[in-house]
Each structure stands twice: as C-alpha cells, then as structure tokens.
C-alpha cells in the first residue's frame, strides 16, 4: 500500500503527534507498506528518511500550549508537489482542524482519506465559526480516527458523527527490557531510596509541575529517604526557588528517548500532575511499560489509560496533598497493581495499533471498490522484477 501522511507540527521541536506519525510510519514501512510523511522542518533538521520537509513553521498558541504549525501559499504549493510526486493509495492526515498542512491536504486531495483527531478541546468559538468553512473539506475524510475517548467526544462536539478509537502506540519491549540506571534507581529496582519522577514541559501551566512541587515536603515528612528526579524541556524559576531547600530533589533537564526509558525502567513512581488539556497520556503507558507505578491526576482521558485505576493511582487534579498521600501509600509497593498495569499495557503496543489503522485503510478502500495487495505480494512482485 503506498500511504502519504501528513503531519500539522513542526519536527524542529517534536513532541506526542510527531512521535505517534514517525513510529506509525516505520512499522508501516517494516511491513512492507510504501509510506511518505509530510511535515512543517526549518532547513537543516534532522529527520527520518521518510519525512519530507514542507519548510518552517511559526509558533501559535493551541489547546494550552504552543505549536508550531506551517500555512499559507509557500506551504500549499509544497503540499500541492508532494501529492502530486506520489500516487498514493490513501491519505492519513493528522490534526485536520489544526490550521496547518492538513486543512491544506485536505482542499487538495482527491484520493481516499483517513483523518486522525489527538486533542481534547472544550467547545471552540474559533473551531465552531470556521466549522463551515471547512464543512467541503471535512466531507472528503473518509474515516476519522480518534486516539482516546475524550478526542472521539472532541470529534463528535464540533464535526458532528464519529470515530474509530484507536489509542497511541509504543514499542513496549523497548520500556520492558530498559536497563536500570544506578543514578535513579529506587528501592524496588535495588536503589537506597524510593525514587518518584517527573517527565514533562517544566512551564507548561497544564503539565502540573507546581502541584508535584507542593507535594513534596509532606512526602519527606513521611518518608525523609524519598528521592525526587524532575525532567524536561523548560524553565522552572518559581519551583526551583520552591525546593531550593530540598536536597532530595534533583533536576535533569531534557532527557533523550533512550534515557526516558532508562528512568522509568529505574523509578519507583512516576507522577503525572496534568491539569486537563490532555487526550491520552502517551508517557503514563511508557512509564507502566517501563515498570513505574503511574500515579496520575484523574482526568478522563488519564482515567482511560490506567484502568479506572486498576494499573495505576489517581488523585484529585490539583491537590498537591491528596498527591504526597498517594505517594507515601505508592513507596509501600503494590506488586499486584504492577503485574496488572504490564499485562494491561500490551493493548498500546505498536504491532496492535498499526494493525487497527491499516484495517481502517483497508475499509475505507474496501468501501471504494479499491484493491489494494498485501505488502507480502508487492515484495515478491519486487523481488521477480529485479530477478
């Protein structure tokens, strides 16, 4: 199957989606399937030898954040080229209501189309006043896929109909077989201390970390050994100044994908403090994979992802003290809860999720009288050729 994917945020600063499209992309293409991706990439960044660059992109505020997305003439016509340079069988764009490629893709495109929806949103002014604008446009998706029930509730708010859900995916093995460091191990993993981490954007107001902060003191009062390790991009003046005094708190700054699997193969906990914004929570499967006990703000979509808390812990958004309770209760170990989260985790692997998107391709094909071969027989029909 040859499968164009487009991609609405820039790769010069990845992050979930840019992620979730290149693991999807190079499972697709070990299958056998041809696949180009198309993203916004200022000249000189790196990039996998799939992924062709739309050119740069400008940051714009989005669902609490900041995203770098790429529109306008110069990113239509670059659009324009790379559908016309493939003749592909189908369209997976990503984010279609994000103004970016996609929205571009989408005026475009003539051939069948897949849409994939990440975000959770709340009822948008903006999104319902240009809702007719982009009404021709959304007609010409074919299916829509939603990665968690609140982006399927977020899909069904402001287009109307439904979604396929179908979650993020991860390569589980690569969490499950991570090597413990010794710098981060706490006491379950042979460590002196037990160790709670936190990964995220350290001045993203949603991602929590002023109430992980808060909750440390009353965790030393119960457990003086406890370590904390706070990782990821971003200043954090205000926490620094916070837990100055606290030896026990260490931060780390960003952390490659290798690390990433590294600490969470090496912590006892792994606290994710988000404030809402969130439609999944790919780094809570990680941190499950990886053998962490997640211990996470109830939201919805956090809800989801670890059972109603059967494989991890949730606690009251915001509350820093019902936090330090959870983590003082969390140091005890539940090995239960862990064996439980490890077998839970297996649905998010990369090999079941890829294959839920190619079964979407292949109805919506189906659906259009469109026979596509499996990539077995393309490979051998390849191999004959080149003999």
Known sequence: MRIGIVCPYSFDAPGGVQFHIRDLASVLISWGHEVSVLAPAEEGTPLPDFVESAGGSVAVPYNGSVARLSFGPVASARVARWLSDHDFDILHIHEPLSPSLGVLALWQTRIPTVATFHSSLERSRILIFFSPLLQTSIEKIDARIAVSAEARRTVADHLGGDA?????GIFVERFRDAVPD?????????????????LGRLDEPRKGLPVFAGAVPAVLRGRPDARFLIAGRGEAGEVRDQ?????NVEFLGPISDAEKATLFASVDAYVAPQLGGESFGIVLVEAMAGGAHVIASDIPAFRAVIDDGRAGTLFGVGDSAALARALIAATAGDPGLLRHAATWVQQYDWERVARQVLDVYRTVLTAKGISVPEPGRVARFLRRREK
């Open 243 to 247: 837990l100055r005094d606290h030896p």
């Open 182 to 198: 010794e710098r981060w191990q706490g006491v379950r993993r042979g460590g002196p201390a037990p160790t709670i981490a936190f």
């Open 164 to 168: 396929f859900v179908i979650p993020n």
